[in-house]
Antibody
Framework: EVQLVESGGGLVQPGGSLRLSCAASGFTFNTYYMSWVRQAPGKGLESVAKIKPDGSEKYYVDSVRGRFTISRDNSKNSLYLQMNSLSAEDTAVYYC??????????WGRGTLVTVSS | QSALTQPPSASGSPGQSVTISCTGTSNDVGGYNYVSWYQQHPGKAPKLMIYEVSKRPSGVPDRFSGSKSGNTASLTVSGLQAEDEADYYCSSKAGGSTTVVFGGGTKLTVL
């Protein structure tokens, strides 16, 4: 079964850090771009970071560049998102998604990140 | 403000057809055939319904169809059913951006 399972969300204070993980199964992980897509409460979707299959190139939306780092470990079929200098505007459900030619065809269930004091 | 513009709401009665628009620019929707549509039920992850403007993934009913004209893409849901009530988001490849851009979403209500 093709599956993505996120973990690592939770409550963090403004200025704090958090590391999200995503475990992939059921497909050849090391041949696909992978992305993190977030959704603030009651809002729409935003693609925040993307990584090439071999991890050699990484792309970010302007609002997180310099604060977030996407990475992957193909030996563990895992995707990560290191989030630093978090602010209230980063509060959202974070989805791990398999990306194939600018479409997200597999999504995880998401993990909630809440930035609040 | 989202990169792509969608109407906030749409509605139709069971059995009817409804079309949701997604307007961008020549730098995204109009410039590439990489428009996708996602369905999202409350509390659930989005689900890919249409990709590359008009293609349906395996398992998506043929009641869902997509098209594009100029800078505007459209999703049509025919033969509306109660389970089609959900939020729908469009997305597109965007020139000058390596990440995908989304529309703000449309809440579809089945009356």
């Amino acid at each position: 079964e093709v599956q993505l399972v996120e973990s690592g969300g939770g409550l963090v204070q403004p200025g704090g850090s958090l590391r999200l993980s995503c475990a992939a199964s059921g497909f050849t992980f090391n041949t696909y771009y992978m992305s993190w897509v977030r959704q603030a409460p009651g809002k729409g979707l935003e693609s925040v970071a993307k990584i090439k299959p071999d991890g050699s190139e990484k792309y970010y939306v302007d609002s997180v560049r310099g604060r977030f780092t996407i990475s992957r470990d193909n030996s563990k079929n895992s995707l990560y998102l290191q989030m630093n200098s978090l602010s209230a505007e980063d509060t959202a459900v974070y989805y791990c998604a398999k990306e194939d030619y600018w479409r997200f065809d597999i999504w995880g269930r998401g993990t909630l990140v809440t930035v609040s004091s | 403000q989202s990169a792509l513009t969608q109407p906030p709401s749409a509605s139709g009665s069971p059995g009817q057809s409804v079309t949701i628009s997604c307007t961008g620019t020549s730098n995204d929707v109009g410039g590439y055939n990489y428009v996708s549509w996602y369905q999202q039920h409350p509390g659930k992850a989005p689900k890919l319904m249409i990709y590359e403007v008009s293609k349906r993934p395996s398992g998506v009913p043929d009641r869902f169809s997509g098209s594009k004209s100029g800078n505007t893409a459209s999703l049509t849901v025919s033969g509306l059913q109660a389970e089609d009530e959900a939020d729908y988001y469009c997305s597109s490849k965007a020139g000058g951006s390596t990440t995908v851009v989304f529309g703000g979403g449309t809440k579809l209500t089945v009356l």
